[in-house]
């Protein structure tokens, strides 16, 4: 199912600021090299990404699930000096290219790549969060952002990526294991009276998560 119209995303990414000469070089290398090079983020999503953190300037980032590094270091455009995002890979091709790509940006010493299981290494890290971005396996959506949303600072922000999962969960019967869990996740965090949060169209789907104001 399409989502968004191409001419409209080729439209928006014509009138979005271009992504710099290493970004552009990850993302077309993904496309071209990788046989699942639809889960990196677009072009637009990724100057998204980059905009939203240098509003935030965070300290501490939380990636879950890392790929081949694009969104990464998009995110850590906006980290203050000494700041520091954490990055998880489950799979260990995709983090030594990510690690190889992170190696060229001047983001490099400000990045730490893990490789293994998120939810194993989430409790290690001892950071609270300024933003937490999660784009991993789908069924593991809700525990990964329970695990985050005690440790996330008080105007810290969640970003969940594939909300809308190929348009998958628009359908009247929702079917896989993947579409299902979105969906789950997607009515979990709706009926969360922690939180507040605003799905967008943008791409595959991003919500944005906040703590309610006490």
């Known amino acids: 199912m399409e989502i968004v ?13 271009a992504a710099d000469v290493l970004l552009q070089g990850i993302y077309e290398n993904t496309l071209k090299n990788h046989p699942h090079s639809h889960m990196i983020s677009g072009l637009v ?18 990636e879950i699930g890392t790929f081949t590094g694009f969104s990464a270091i998009c995110l850590a455009e906006g980290l203050q000096k000494g700041g520091e995002l954490h990055t998880i890979e489950l799979r260990e091709e995709d983090a ?18 893990h490789t293994g299981n998120a939810r194993e290494i989430i409790p290690l890290l001892p950071h609270r969060w300024d ?21 996330l600072q008080d105007n810290g922000l969640i970003i969940a990526d594939n909300v809308l999962f190929h348009g998958h969960v628009l359908e009247k ?41 006490q």
């Open 173 to 213: 019967q929702i079917s896989g294991k993947s579409a299902k869990a979105i969906d789950a996740f997607n009515k979990h965090v709706a009926n969360d009276t922690r939180t507040e949060q605003v799905m967008l169209t943008l791409r595959d789907g991003l919500t944005l998560i906040k703590k309610r104001n």
């Open 131 to 151: 933003i937490v971005f999660i784009d991993a396996d789908k069924t593991g959506y809700i525990e990964y952002y329970e695990q985050v949303l005690p440790r």
């Open 5 to 17: 119209n191409t001419l409209a995303e080729q439209y928006a990414e014509a009138h979005s600021s």
């Open 45 to 62: 999503q990724g100057k998204f990404l980059s905009m939203l953190s240098k509003l935030f300037q965070p300290k501490y980032v939380l």
């Open 96 to 113: 030594e290219t990510a690690k190889q790509n992170f190696a060229l940006s001047k983001w490099n010493k400000q990045i730490h790549l």
